[in-house]
């Protein structure tokens, strides 16, 4: 940052460009405060994450059966789409920042858009992932699995279980996938009686599993929410053309939050789905 | 000095007609102002109300204690409290007790303590130290005030709803498991939590960017050197108590099981990630303090402050060290003893910094002309108290010690010397110093003072009995302690004098307010710079205009009194020419 004790005295506050605020000597002064502002931002938004990281890091730790066997509820040909799809947003924003710096507003429209569009399909992709576990009852906690799986006793006696709910056969789907996948893995088996039992237990212990995935997931889904708000934000003010070679602090720090949420979900592509 | 009285100063409008008070008229102007000193205003106005909310719930706790057996809290008044809160169920007085001490605890650290000095103070005081004209995102600041407002909405939701009675650490698994309005209280300290993130990095990015030309990294006043160590803990620890508040709202809610052992979760966990932004976060109190006090005592001594970098330095250290101690508060909790040995020996790391400050400050008012003016009496209170109070805590660091006054009213007695003795004593400090320079006004010195010694001799009647009780086992949180009453020498009597020491402590904190008020009337104009402080705050004129500065200020030494002259006329220092 240049700090000129001349170059303030020559640039009376008559000469502000409309987008330099008042307390800014120079538009190199707002640029430089933006910046470091963005990236102490997402310097706490990683913190805002490690919360959950290390959580997933003691549990993995304490139960890595538990971990090895909710990775195969989950859909790796979807996240690796979603992946993709993430990794191209990340390269069409790059590219609008560049847009911005050089003054091509029409292209830096279409690249946001085409941002806007991938974030979206990520959510959509995503919410066809939560619809397979709400429908199979994969929710977090081992109390509200082991509640949904026993018995279905009722608050009001005769009262009849809620819509959707067969007592068995969600359980059943569970077991039925561990049982598969041990098998495709090899695993020795045990007598049919003690491994029936042990499939159970092992069932009961996956909500630890949905807990960690659904807290990951959802967090970074809000945070996909929020960038795509801003996007919008950045589309609405690109169309206006406020955005210039002098002035395009706004598409550098939305382009600095995209590549973050991408990039944590790089990290959780591979720590959730991805278990061997 | 002690015979200056204010009836010579002379009498004159207090500022010219145009300043940040006057510059816009009506209520909008202030709600959604981008001026910082306005933000900084309406901020100091709001946690005062709030200590004052706090400190009725203290009253109510020391009331209760003053005697053996229930005292306030009884059946009588557990049916009247239920006609008038919104839970329909009656309590009993033991929850009346419990909740009164978790809504103390939570309101003095989250709506009071942790804003107090930064958001109140520093927001105002930052930039013009600065020589800046605002600071780096005056919309982000005014949000962080306005989520302020959001989170003691939700903390007085909480409060009609019943209370909480977790204990202000909200501790899993009961806090998973209690019927009491946790969830929005939860939701209170989260959106509290993000209002302190933005002041930090706006102050973090304010000392980066917006630095007059000039002002080198060691032209600073130390003030600013605090709030910017103040602003780093902000930033690395509070997005760390959001994710805790985030899985435990998410716990009560969706039972996600990742701190209730009932739902496979692990609630040391919950502590370890409590404590992580909870340690730092006691730092966030006091590191701000040290800032006041280290600019009073030099501009009232006289005297240039005696190692400027090591004051400097000592605010990043203990900034840094703050983030590696936490496990101190979790030796009981099962914690393995070797993790508990290497808390302990880390926690004597802090002190270093610590004293450093202290002997420092000791060392400038050493031959200096020390006036007994009002912000000097309070930063003298502030060693006095933060030296016993950070001596104590060399017992609760040491691993064995600990474990025997564990839970027990020593501790409390610890952490309100540090929080009160530290935190609060500076505040009011800095009320006191930079309150001519806020409102143009002087205030009575000669009721300052007076009031000042009332607050000193009612804190340590308050908390001085704790550390003897508490040292002969008297725990902490209990309603009663009629059983123990023979097994500890002398418990009525220390309890009784702790209430009467509390009510004086709390008549010199009620008694503040009302004569600044009345200062803003009928107090004397005050001069540019009645301290005869060097900071370029000083350098403005009281109270300072719109923008900060009419003439950008020249950046000289922060403690550099030798030119400076007292003009008789204005009753201020000027520059000697």
Redesign the interface.
Known sequence: ?T???DQ?STEGHGEHPPWL????DTPQ?QY??AK??MW??L???V??????F??YA??RR?YPEVFFDGHHFLDTTLGAVNTAILLLSSFTMAWGVRCAQLGQRRLLIALLAITLVCAGGFLVIKGFEYNVKWEHHM??????VANWFGAYEPEVPGEPPPRGFHPGEHEEYLIDKLKHADEEAGVRLPPESLYEAELEERVD?L??FF??Y??LTG?HAIHVICGMIAITWLLVRARRGDFGPQHYDAVDCVGLYWHLVDLIWIYLFPLLYLIH | MATTTTDNWPQQPAAGPDNYLTHTRGIASWIFTLDHKRVGIMFLVSVVAFLGLGAFFALLIRTELAHPGPTIMTDTTAKMLATVSLADEQLTPQQMYNRAFTLHGAIMIFLFVIPAIPSALGNFVLPLQLGARDVAFPRLNLFSYHLFIIGAVFFVLTLLMGGVDTGWTFYAPYSVETSTAVTTAVIGAFVLGFGSIFTGLNFLVTVHTLRRPGMTWFKMPLMVWALYATAIIQLLATPVLAITLLLLFAERLFGVGIFDPALGGDPVLFQHFFWFYSHPAVYIMILPAMGIISEVISSHSRKHIFGYKFIAYSSVAIALLGFLVWGHHMFVSGQSPLAGVIFSALTFSVAIPSAIKVFNWIATMYKGSVSFSTPMLYAMIFIILFGLGGLTGLFLGALATDVHVHDTSFVVAHFHYQMVGGGVIAFICGVHHWWPKMTGRMYSERIGRIVAIMILIGFNLTYFPQFIIGSRGMPRRYFDYESMVGEIPGLTFYQMISTIGGYIFVAGLVAIPIYLIYSLKHGPPAPDNPWGGATLEWKTSSPPPWDNFKKLPEVTDPYDFENMRFDEKTQGYVTAT
């Open positions: 940052m700090e000129n004790p303030h605020a008042h307390h800014f002064q430089a405060s470091l502002g102490t931002f310097l706490t938004e913190l805002f994450f490690s919360g959950l290390c959580a003691v549990f304490n929710f977090p906690g081992q109390a509200v212990n909500g630890t807990g960690i659904f807290c967090l």
